[in-house]
């Protein structure tokens, strides 16, 4: 039996060397398949895609705002993977980020809370000669401190831009609530008192209004409450939000994408946050929020059962449906007749393709409004290289200057626009 099995080694021994490397070969193809379809190497690069309305002032913008029209062109190795976009963004924001110096400024609330913003003065004077301020709303749970923030305003200021930065009711560390509520999906209150502040200090200044993620909801929402809230608005742009809250939050739930990992972790940062305000929160006589609410919050693992447990009782709404459909700006957004550019990425893990029919829909009937998608960028990702590392500057904070700057020159240069022959034949480029 013995020799039988030494014969049979010997039979088969000489492929077994053949067939070890056939193995290795197989799985580093494998290896390989995985690394390309990950990184999606395949994935050409393009221009974005364009839903407008022929104006005079789309195709004034199209002359002037050459990024808008032009490649995008993201680092090779990785940037075409909107997960690593957006890995890059949420653990180190940008690379290189700047120190701009700001004032903090601190605003009492009727209803007893403290809203914050920072005010960055510009470095140098705007190419129109203008004095002009950016009021910008950062994503969820953030504030001025963020290096995406601080890289964009650093940016803006060298393009001669005043920047006003919110920072989120309850997002600063170390400072505490002096009322037992936090920021929320589309609550105004903080953003609306920036804006009117800074209106009353710089009373001959014009508004440039950002928003990045949740930050786009609010300040298109705030745009939309009232008409008068559009005084000496300049244009408006808004950076990867998801525009519906409810329909976003039945999205959060699906696999696809690893969008229900990125809601888990959304929702540890966030149960950290209001942990981190615990003591204010129960304290006061006000608060809605009591032990019971706290403990469904220590077990809550998505974003939808801290809004139901915690978020919407800030305003006292009686369902979790009534407090999404009123904190989202797509039953405000129709109401903005400033300029608007909407700017998302096919690619953003975050923002389900479903709702991208929201800006798709409205720039298709509104001459106000564009709508740029890109093929890559992740959420707020939008990074720019060669081949492995990226640049400083992304290609968002470069296309919101562009953009903005267009408009600034569109609004100086041809005020009386509402001419028939220039609104014939547009301003000469």
């Known amino acids: 039996m013995a020799a039988l099995e030494d014969g049979d080694m010997n039979t088969f021994g000489p492929e077994l060397p053949a067939m070890f490397d056939g193995m290795k070969l197989a799985a580093v193809a494998t290896v390989l398949y995985?690394?390309?379809?990950?990184?999606?190497?395949?994935?050409?690069?393009?221009?974005?895609?364009?839903?407008?309305?022929?104006?005079?002032?789309?195709?004034?913008?199209?002359?002037?705002?050459?990024?808008?029209?032009k490649e995008y062109i993201p680092p090779l190795l990785w940037g075409k993977s909107g997960h690593l976009q957006t890995a890059l963004y949420?653990?180190?924001?940008?690379?290189?980020?700047?120190t701009p110096f700001g004032?903090?400024?601190?605003?009492?609330?009727?209803?007893?809370?403290?809203?914050?913003f920072d005010l960055f003065e510009p470095i140098g004077e705007h190419s129109t000669g203008d004095d002009i301020t950016m009021v910008i709303c950062p994503g969820i749970g953030n504030h001025s401190e963020q290096n995406y923030i601080r890289t964009f305003v650093d940016h803006s200021q060298r393009q001669g831009y005043r920047c006003a930065v919110l920072n989120h009711l309850g997002a600063l560390p170390n400072m505490e609530l002096t009322s037992p509520r936090m920021f929320t999906y589309g609550c105004t209150w903080e953003y609306a008192a920036m804006v009117a502040y800074i209106k009353q200090a710089f009373p001959q200044t014009l508004l440039v209004v950002v928003g990045f993620s949740l930050g786009g909801n609010i300040v298109c929402k705030f745009l939309g409450e009232h008409t008068s809230n559009q005084d000496r608005v300049l244009c408006c742009v808004s950076v990867c939000q998801g525009y519906s809250a409810l329909r976003a939050q039945e999205t959060f739930l699906q696999w696809d994408q690893c969008r229900r990992l990125y809601n888990f972790v959304l929702a540890d940062k966030m149960k950290k946050l209001i942990l981190s305000h615990r003591s204010s929160l129960l304290s006061m006589k006000s608060s809605n929020i009591g032990d019971a609410d706290l403990n469904r919050?220590?077990?809550?693992?998505?974003?939808?059962?801290?809004?139901?447990?915690?978020?919407r009782k800030f305003h006292d709404y009686s369902s979790l449906k009534e407090y999404y459909e009123k904190e989202s700006c797509v039953h405000y957004i129709h109401n903005v007749t400033v300029p608007l550019l909407l700017v998302n990425s096919s690619d953003d893990p975050l923002i389900h393709q479903s709702l991208l029919a929201i800006p798709r829909t409205l720039a298709e009937k509104m001459p106000n409004v564009i709508f740029a998608?890109?093929?890559?960028?992740?959420?707020?990702?939008?990074?720019e290289g060669a081949v492995l590392f990226p640049q400083p500057l992304t290609w968002m904070d470069k296309v919101i200057v562009e953009y903005t700057n267009a408009i600034c020159h569109w609004e100086k240069d041809w005020p009386s626009c509402q001419r028939s022959t220039f609104c014939t034949n547009g301003p000469t480029v």
């Open 373 to 383: 998608l890109t093929q890559h960028g992740g959420h707020l990702g939008f990074f």
């Open 34 to 69: 995985v690394i390309v379809r990950c990184l999606n190497l395949k994935s050409t690069t393009a221009p974005p895609g364009i839903i407008y309305q022929d104006t005079p002032l789309s195709r004034y913008l199209f002359k002037t705002c050459p990024m808008l029209t």
């Open 297 to 311: 919050l220590y077990s809550a693992t998505s974003l939808m059962q801290i809004d139901d447990s915690i978020m």
């Open 90 to 98: 949420g653990k180190m924001g940008r690379v290189n980020t700047p």
């Open 103 to 116: 004032v903090r400024k601190f605003l009492p609330m009727q209803d007893g809370a403290t809203a914050t």
